[in-house]
């Protein structure tokens, strides 16, 4: 799950959080994400409503580059109330999530399609 516009919500559902990775991927998976949109939106798009490169795409673009430096301590914060279930993982690449990801049991992933 994306948390990066619903931070709280995705905090309070997940049992396991994955930091770290680069923000230069964030960056290629929000620009893959907005040109795959455009041949096909999503089903919750409302009808006739298209992906584009607009004002919100580039202050997405911008809040993923300044992350590091804006919302870090953010979220570091909102970490040190996590419960006791849940599992924070640092990974600083894709790689290693799906090394992480391969590692566990099958009964812990909450949606084994991804």
């Known amino acids: 799950m994306d948390g990066a516009f619903a931070m709280d919500k995705a905090l309070e559902c997940a049992n396991t959080i994955i930091l770290d990775l680069p923000r230069w991927r964030g960056l290629i998976g929000a620009i893959k994400r907005n040109l795959q949109q455009r041949r096909k939106p999503p089903d919750d798009f409302a009808p006739g409503c298209r992906e584009g490169f607009d004002r919100q795409f580039v202050?997405?673009?911008?809040?993923?580059?300044?992350y590091d430096a804006d919302g870090q301590s953010e979220l570091e914060t909102a970490l040190a109330e996590c419960r006791g279930d849940q599992h924070i993982v640092?990974?600083?690449?894709?790689?290693?999530?799906?090394?992480?990801?391969?590692?566990?049991?099958s009964a812990h992933l909450v949606n084994p399609s991804y």
């Open 59 to 66: 202050q997405l673009l911008r809040f993923i580059w300044r």
């Open 90 to 105: 640092r990974l600083k690449s894709r790689r290693g999530v799906k090394r992480y990801l391969a590692s566990l049991d």
